[in-house]
């Protein structure tokens, strides 16, 4: 039975539950975040006296309480209510008789620090909580002596914070991963009541007489989520009374095929990905042009985010990238993203304040580029006309210029003196190999070669690495070290000058 005839006949939302765990996995630490309110107050007595899923592999099943622990967040924003909130958490807790980790932090203030800069309040206090609920867990992980990946962070999210965020994000342009809403498991984080409506819960809490609390700024609609839980969702309601639920099913629906497509892009990223360091990502730019364009969407802010993690991405600044692919030149930056340059056949994608040292770039042949300390890295071709001796003629010339400067065959570099001859310049990586002139053709790790040439590694992002083509054999260790298998023969007809100098 396939797979997709499993998750029916079983009546499951989700494809390939995995199959049951080890005790190590059902005695890790399960982190509830808890603010208090009506949601996360029926989390934590929902986890408490009932079952939940937590994705352990073991379905609905009632979770030890020794493993419980209540996270709270206080952000410092509401003066007297957000303390009393907090003092809330704590007493519903130790009435439950679970442990109370309390987190305090001044989220306005750090909404204005340069680091958050681009940030509202509400996304600063997001990150924290979730920094907070990942560090409790490990900490938590450490005491129980359990693997780290087999704790759970438990959130309140509902269905109707669901439907919520998919109207936001249709709002603010997103594209299939942003309609998908929130995810109902992302690595240790577990969302057991997406299920589930806020009205339902309230029901709950009702029923058992519990109370919790109410956050006044949940009403203020000039914040967008309160303006589509208070103005849309209402009026939808009078179309459909089961919106909230149409909306989760969507957002199933479109999550199961982001994934198959994001597993598709990912392979085929894979394949453009000509360097990715140091908050640089070089692609293919060809080949991603000629990639389908849900394929290369999602390759594209896959690379994205690899230059910078915190870029905050719409479907139209992934487009905008598209669109340089398309051009084949020009360049742009996205705000709290990263900066984006189409040349040569290349797409760079480089994070903000990223070093440019070691930076990609391509080498005309005849050209020059500046590099970014000054130094100017050149390249020409030389023809030999007359009777010397080409082998004669490159030791010559690097004895006078002390390896700043080499003679090579460019015939064996795949020049010619057609116009679009080219050479890729990009720095050392994790298992570069070469063969240095003069070792007869034996091999040598470009790491070793530099250690040898008491390079710090510090500085080893800005030596050049003349290579062939991307992810290709090096010619030249720009200052150090020409290849031996383009080194200059007596059949050497066509002579490639490279050089690099201060500029002045």
């Known amino acids: 039975m396939t797979s997709v005839m499993r998750r029916f006949a079983s009546g499951e939302r989700r494809f390939d539950r995995p199959s049951p765990k080890g005790d190590e996995e059902t005695r890790a630490p399960v982190v509830l975040m808890v603010s208090g309110g009506a949601d996360s107050t029926a989390l934590l007595l929902l986890a408490v006296g009932s079952r939940l899923d937590i994705d352990d592999g073991r379905g609905c099943v009632r979770v030890a309480r020794e493993r419980l622990h209540v996270l709270h967040v206080n952000h410092g924003l509401r003066g007297a209510d957000a303390d009393e909130d907090e003092a809330f958490v704590r007493r519903l807790a130790a009435s439950c008789g679970i442990p109370c980790t309390v987190r305090r932090a001044d989220v306005s203030s750090l909404a204005r620090r340069a680091s958050y800069a681009g940030s509202n309040v509400e996304n600063v206090g997001r990150k924290l909580r979730y920094a907070a609920a990942n560090e409790l867990a490990n900490e938590l992980s450490a005491t129980f002596g359990t693997p780290r990946s087999a704790a759970r962070i438990l959130t309140a999210h509902t269905a109707d914070d669901r439907a919520e965020t998919f109207l936001m994000n249709a709002v603010r ?17 577990v969302r057991p009541l997406l299920d589930r409506t806020h009205q339902e819960l309230c029901d709950f809490l009702r029923m058992r007489g519990a109370t919790w609390r109410e956050d006044a700024s949940n009403a203020d609609t000039r914040y967008l989520r309160s303006f589509v839980r208070h103005r849309l969702l209402p009026l939808m309601r009078e179309r459909n009374p089961r919106v909230v639920s149409s909306l989760s099913t969507t957002c199933d629906i479109l999550s199961e095929e982001d994934a198959y497509l994001s597993g598709v892009a990912a392979r085929a990223l894979r394949s453009l990905t000509r360097r990715d360091e140091g908050g640089v990502v070089a692609l293919d730019a060809r080949k991603l042009a000629a990639l389908d364009l849900a394929v290369a969407r999602r390759a594209v802010r896959a690379a994205m985010l690899r230059a910078s993690c915190d870029a905050r991405l719409e479907a139209r600044h992934v487009d905008a990238v598209l669109a340089l692919v398309a051009a084949g030149h020009g360049s742009l930056s996205t705000p709290m993203g990263c900066d984006a340059r189409v040349e040569y056949g290349m797409l760079f994608l480089r994070a903000p304040g990223a070093s440019q040292q070691g930076e990609p770039l391509w080498l005309r042949v005849p050209g020059a580029r500046t590099l970014a300390d000054g130094r100017v890295l050149r390249a020409r071709l030389l023809p030999l006309t007359d009777a010397r001796d080409p082998v004669a003629v490159a030791r010559a010339h690097g004895m006078e210029w002390q390896g700043m400067s080499v003679l090579l065959d460019a015939d064996a570099c795949g020049l010619s003196q057609r116009q679009d001859s080219r050479l890729w310049v990009d720095a050392a990586a994790p298992g570069d190999v070469l063969c240095p002139l003069g070792m007869h053709g034996q091999s040598k790790k470009l790491s070793d ?29 720009a200052g150090i070290r020409a290849d031996e298998r383009f080194r200059c023969t007596s059949d050497t007809k066509l002579l490639l000058v490279l050089s690099i100098v201060r500029q002045g």
Not at 173 to 187: E, F, K, Q, V
Not at 452 to 476: F, S, T
């Open 173 to 189: 342009g997103a594209g299939a991963a942003g309609l998908s809403s929130i995810p109902r498991r992302r690595n240790r984080v």
């Open 449 to 477: 070669l530099l250690n040898e040439a008491r390079i710090p590694a510090a500085d080893r992002a800005g030596v050049p690495i003349v290579r062939v083509a991307p992810n290709r054999e090096i010619v030249w260790v």
